[in-house]
C-alpha cells in the first residue's frame, strides 16, 4: 500500500495516510500532501516537521488534540468551526467550553464502562441478551432451580452463565 505524508491545515492533524484516501479531515479541513515522500517523512524529527509545516505557511486554526476531543463529544463539523471562532475571539470562553466537552467525553467514557459490565454474548458481544429459562433475571442472575441458559437476541447462541 502506497503511503503518503499529510496534513490538515485547519487543525494540524498530520501523519502517513494511503494515497487513495480521501483528502478530507474530520475536522472538514482538506489535507494537503507534504513535499516530501514517505521514507523522508518517518525519518524527520517533529522539530523539522514543524518547521516544514511553517515553511509552508500553514498555520492551524485549533490544535489537533482540542479538535478531536470537540469532534469525538459533538461529531458535529460545524461546532469545530464555531469553536475556532471563539478562540479567536473569546480564549477564556474557549477554555471553559473546552473543559466542559472534556466533563461530556468523560461522562460518555463512564456510561461506556457501565455497560461493558453488563452480560454480553461471547460469540457477537451484543448486551441483547434473554434468558432461555424461567426464573432468570438480567440483574439478579438466575433466582429459580434448575440449569440456566442465557440466550442472546441478536445471533442466537445459547450458553451457560
Ligand atoms: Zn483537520
Ligand atoms: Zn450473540
Request: aromatic share 6%; proline share 3%; net charge neutral.
Amino acid at each position: 500500500m502506497a503511503l503518503e505524508a499529510r496534513i490538515c491545515p485547519k487543525c494540524g492533524s498530520k501523519g502517513l495516510v494511503p494515497i487513495e484516501a480521501d483528502e478530507k479531515c474530520f475536522c472538514g479541513g482538506t489535507k494537503i500532501v507534504f513535499n516530501v515522500t514517505k521514507d523522508e517523512y518517518i525519518k524527520m524529527s517533529d522539530y523539522e516537521r514543524n518547521q516544514m509545516i511553517e515553511e509552508m505557511d500553514i498555520h492551524p486554526l485549533i490544535s489537533d488534540d482540542d479538535a478531536y476531543l470537540i469532534y469525538n463529544v459533538t461529531h458535529s463539523t460545524e461546532i469545530i468551526d464555531a469553536m475556532i471562532e471563539l478562540k479567536q475571539k473569546d480564549i477564556i470562553e474557549y477554555g471553559l467550553k473546552l473543559s466542559q466537552f472534556k466533563n461530556q467525553l468523560e461522562q460518555k467514557h463512564q456510561i461506556n464502562q457501565k455497560e461493558n459490565n453488563q452480560v454480553r454474548c461471547p460469540r457477537c458481544g451484543s448486551t441483547n441478551i434473554t434468558a432461555g429459562q424461567r426464573g432468570y433475571s438480567l440483574l439478579t442472575g438466575f433466582v429459580g432451580s434448575g440449569s440456566t441458559v442465557n440466550r442472546c437476541a441478536s445471533c442466537g447462541h445459547k450458553w451457560k452463565p
